[in-house]
């Protein structure tokens, strides 16, 4: 396509609609319009299958990351089937076995996911939408149970959810890392932290009693390159059968994430983000993927949900495999 049919196009995308019925071969939306920009599939077989876990009973603070799953769907008809770096993702099939419904009993919803989530992860990637931080409890749970031999853990987070119990409860988004660390297939030695910047006593004692856990504070990051810590986090998992990428949004700066429940200054950006994810994706056997503690009331012009948008489109695109690239100087319009 020319560079002024491309300019022309988008001149004319604002126009009434009756005046664009009779513009030939001009089709009045985009064809991508759809959930997951026309990526969906009910294929068994698809690349990618994604579970909503609007849950977030389990929040210290403020609520509202149970709005997450719908929030992030709903804007996927307006970001394009392509990554960043012009890979279009056509021909990728999303399978989205929608979300665990609410239950009441806290109990028998965590088992619920559980079970839900060993449907997903039969699949080459599965991704998980929060929800506040405690879902992924029962998710690695099932990770632990569908992934054989040692796994790793890469909790991206600005608190190192450690605690032992909160609030009352053992199943608080503070005890998340804590619980996954009890299961058999988890050696400490395999979890990796990046992002950290707020700590309680006991969490601190703790990581004091356990020096094989990698702690990548913010300050860290700032400090050394994200791509030094990304090429530690490698070097501490390599020879582990398969990866749990845990993603909690406020480990971003409120900058680039402001619709969280508990958010801290001092974060990454969304660039540092996204190139920590690419060398841990591209070096590791990455098999699932959370993003949580997104809460779309909290936020500004769906600023954050956009973001995890943006992770989600990226992972895509590293799991479809590679298209040729693009001629240098090729001329390309990119509408949405």
């Known amino acids: 396509m020319k560079r002024e049919a491309c300019s022309q196009h988008q001149d004319l995308a604002g126009l009434p609609g009756v005046l664009a019925r009779n513009l ?37 603070f403020r609520k509202g990351a149970s709005f997450a799953p719908a929030k992030i769907r709903e804007l996927t008809p307006h970001v394009a089937p392509v990554t960043e770096e012009g890979q279009r993702l056509e021909g990728l099939r999303v399978r989205d076995y929608g979300d665990v419904g609410a239950d009441l009993n806290w109990e ?40 054989a031999g040692r796994l790793g853990v890469v909790h991206f987070d600005a ?3 450690l605690a032992d119990e909160y ?15 009890e299961l058999p297939n988890v050696e400490p030695r395999h979890l990796a932290f990046v992002g950290l910047r707020s700590w309680m006593d006991d969490e601190r004692a703790f990581l004091e009693a356990h020096p094989e856990i990698a702690v990548h504070t913010a300050r860290d990051v700032y400090r050394r390159s994200v791509e030094v810590v990304a090429e530690d986090v490698v070097a501490q998992l390599q020879g582990v059968d398969a990866v749990y990428f845990t993603l909690d949004i406020d480990g971003l700066d409120p900058a680039y994430a402001p619709g969280t429940g508990a958010p801290e200054a001092g974060g990454l950006s969304t660039r540092e983000l996204l190139e920590l994810l690419r060398v841990v994706f591209a070096r590791l056997p990455v ?28 992972v ?9 690239v693009r001629p240098a100087g090729t001329p390309r319009c990119t509408h949405r």
């Open 287 to 314: 098999r699932a993927l959370d993003i949580v503690e997104v809460a779309p009331p909290l936020d500004h012009a769906d600023v954050t949900s956009f973001a995890a948008a943006k992770v989600l489109y990226e």
């Open 24 to 60: 030939p071969g001009l089709p009045l939306h985009p064809t991508h319009r759809r959930l997951w920009s026309g990526l969906a599939s009910d294929d068994p077989g698809a690349e990618i299958g994604i579970l909503g876990i609007p849950f977030d009973n389990a929040t210290s």
């Open 167 to 181: 609030d009352g409860h053992r199943w608080s988004h503070a005890c998340t890392a804590r619980r996954v660390l």
């Open 159 to 161: 608190h190192p959810d």
């Open 108 to 147: 028998r919803y965590f088992a619920t996911v559980q079970a839900r989530a060993a449907q997903v992860l039969r699949h080459t990637r599965a991704i998980f939408l929060g929800g506040d931080h405690s879902v992924t409890i029962p998710l690695v749970a099932a990770f632990s149970q569908a992934a």
């Open 316 to 324: 895509f695109g590293w799991t479809k495999p590679a298209t040729p």
